[in-house]
Structure formats: C-alpha cells, structure tokens
Nanobody, 120 residues
Framework: QVQLVESGGGLVRPGGSLRLSCVASGKIGGLYAMGWYRQVVGKQREFIATSTNRDTTDYADSVKGRFTISGDFVNKTVYLQLNSLKLEDTAVYYC??????????????WGQGTQVTVSS
C-alpha cells in the first residue's frame, strides 16, 4: 500500500520561509515524478512544482523564483522550500507521486496535505 506523508507546514509571517517534506512508502512502480500542489477551500487544486527522475523541474508562474523543489527518487522523498511567502500562498499543500501501474498506465498518488498559513 502506497502512502505519502507530508510535514513541515505551519504558520509564518509574510516574507518568511518554510520547508515542506514528503516521504512515500510502499511500492510505486516506475516512479518518475514527484510534485506539490495546493488547494484553498472553495477552489480547485493547483499545480505548484514538479521534479522528475531525469532531474528536470517545473514551476507554476506564481511561485517561480520563490519556491524550490528537490526530489530524491532513491528514497522517494520530495522537498519544497518556500521563501518570500505571501498571504496568497496560504493553502493546504499536497504531495504527489506519479508512477506506472502494472498495465503501464500512469497513476498519481496523493498525500493527506499539510496546512501552510501566511499571516501577519
């Protein structure tokens, strides 16, 4: 059974920093990407960043230059460094891991989420 567990969320002032961590356990066949999304109540979950097993990364425009993702595919761990936080970064942050099912089709696993609150 695959589980993703996030940690590192909390309350921070505008301009502050946080570091989120996510560890995956269980077998994920063909793991090729790990990433972060966030969701505000009443809104759709939005893409934040992704890291692939080919050492490529991608970011949403809203976080470029402020957030940094790093993936460790050997240990199935992904981190998100959040700097220069803004009020609008407040959300539940979810970790994801993408692999392949036994039939070769892609599958995305999700963590339970960690709350990040930016407030003065």
């Amino acid at each position: 059974q695959v589980q993703l567990v996030e940690s590192g969320g909390g309350l921070v002032r505008p301009g502050g920093s946080l570091r989120l961590s996510c560890v995956a356990s269980g077998k994920i066949g063909g793991l090729y990407a790990m990433g972060w999304y966030r969701q505000v109540v009443g809104k759709q979950r939005e893409f934040i960043a992704t890291s692939t097993n080919r050492d490529t990364t991608d970011y949403a425009d809203s976080v470029k230059g402020r957030f940094t993702i790093s993936g460790d595919f050997v240990n199935k761990t992904v981190y998100l460094q959040l700097n220069s936080l803004k009020l609008e970064d407040t959300a539940v942050y979810y970790c994801s891991a993408e692999g392949l099912r036994t039939n070769g089709s892609p599958h995305k696993y999700w963590g339970q989420g960690t709350q990040v609150t930016v407030s003065s």
